[in-house]
């Protein structure tokens, strides 16, 4: 196996994400996206992680001004809508909602020893449905395919929210 | 990709998963890198020397 670290660095994403909510910056999180896609399905190329979080302050900023600063003074960078952490960008994105509910219901996990929390492959699916792009698409049939999912879950989530899943 | 690997692949652990999507990143900065060099036309030094 190589000895090479990993390039894109999870586990201090994780770790910052969780410095956030013990500075009661944001109220909860979850990892989002394709890498939460990725904990259900084989790995695919993807060149960025989305952390969705629940803020304290539910103003028009959602908390972000405070959230980019704090990580800024830890050495993280910003690149237009992204901050950096040894050069892998990472996106923090407000939840309302449906992602709301995703990040309240989302699974905890343990990454390289660090404690989080995951989308759940049901809510990926219907925030991939509700979002629509190609690339979301693919990604609701290969969870389909590979993840174990709840149907009644499913199927609860998608009729609350008033989303189909498109015809594969 | 058969199936049967593809199913393989999504048993893996989710650390494990993390370090072959890095290696992908990886490959694909590796290979972009190769075509931008390739892509370069060979123009004769003194092309850049004397611009007109």
């Not at chain 1, 910056?25 to 904990?39: F, M, R, V």
């Not at chain 1, 900023?61 to 237009?80: D, M």
Request: aromatic share 8%.
């Amino acid at each position: 196996m190589s000895k090479e670290p990993s390039a894109i660095p999870l586990a201090d994403v994780l770790r910052a994400a969780n410095e956030l909510v013990s500075a009661g910056l944001i109220e909860d999180y979850a990892l989002g996206g394709a890498l939460a896609a990725i904990y259900y399905v084989e790995p695919f190329t993807t060149y960025d992680a989305d952390i969705i979080f629940i803020a304290t302050d539910k103003t028009l900023s959602a908390g972000i001004p405070t959230i980019y600063s704090h990580l800024q003074s830890k050495g993280w960078r910003v690149e237009r809508e992204h901050l950096l952490i040894k050069d892998f960008p990472v996106q923090f994105l407000a939840a309302s909602g449906l992602t709301e509910e995703a990040v309240r219901k989302a699974k905890p996990i343990e990454y390289e020893g660090v404690p989080a929390k995951i989308f759940r492959p049901e809510y990926i699916i219907a925030i991939a449905a509700s979002v629509g792009r190609h690339k979301d698409l693919a990604r609701i049939e290969q969870l389909l395919k590979q993840a174990k999912i709840d149907k009644t879950l499913l199927d609860d989530i998608l009729r609350r929210y008033k989303l189909k899943l498109p015809k594969l | 990709m058969k199936p049967e690997m593809r199913h393989q692949l999504a048993q893996l652990s989710f650390e494990e998963k993390i370090r072959k999507v890095g290696e992908l990143i990886r490959l694909s900065r590796k290979v972009k890198a190769q075509r931008v060099r390739q892509d370069v036309p060979n123009y004769p030094r003194s092309a850049f020397r004397n611009p007109k």
